[in-house]
């Protein structure tokens, strides 16, 4: 499966932006999610939805701004950023877990698939 992620792009700070992620070969199994990774830090986790059943989880520094969906039917996976800060600049990486437990869905080294990354930079 390769995961496709765009979207990305330069924003001024409280704007908003929407990231796409799309798989070709395959489709999303159990845990899709988006993670983040800024210069000199390490990937951070972003937020996950549960492909069946729909339940989402958000990391801290995400939750109340940005809203992770689906659309079953394109089997597409989506991140709508609102109130955009500095700090959410990085790029931003959708990864694909079929083996994922719900333990573990906020570390990266869970995932199986990852998308090649799209860069949000965010201006103060």
């Known amino acids: 499966v390769q995961l496709q992620a765009s979207g990305g792009g330069l924003v001024q700070a409280g704007g908003s932006l929407r990231l796409s992620c799309a798989p070709s070969?395959?489709?999303?199994?159990?845990?899709a999610s988006w993670f983040r990774q800024a210069p000199g830090k390490e990937r951070e986790f972003v937020a996950t939805i549960r492909w069946n059943g729909g339940h989402t989880y958000y990391g801290e520094a995400v939750e109340g701004r940005f809203t992770i969906s689906k659309d079953s039917a394109k089997n597409t996976l989506y991140l709508q950023m609102s109130s955009l800060k500095p700090e959410d600049t990085a790029v931003y990486y959708c990864?694909?877990?079929?083996?994922?437990?719900?333990?573990?869905?906020?570390?990266?080294?869970?995932?199986?698939?990852w998308g090649q990354g799209t860069q949000v930079t965010v201006s103060s």
């Open positions: 070969g395959g489709s999303f199994s159990r845990y």
């Open positions: 990864a694909d877990g079929p083996s994922v437990i719900l333990s573990a869905m906020r570390s990266a080294g869970a995932y199986k698939y």
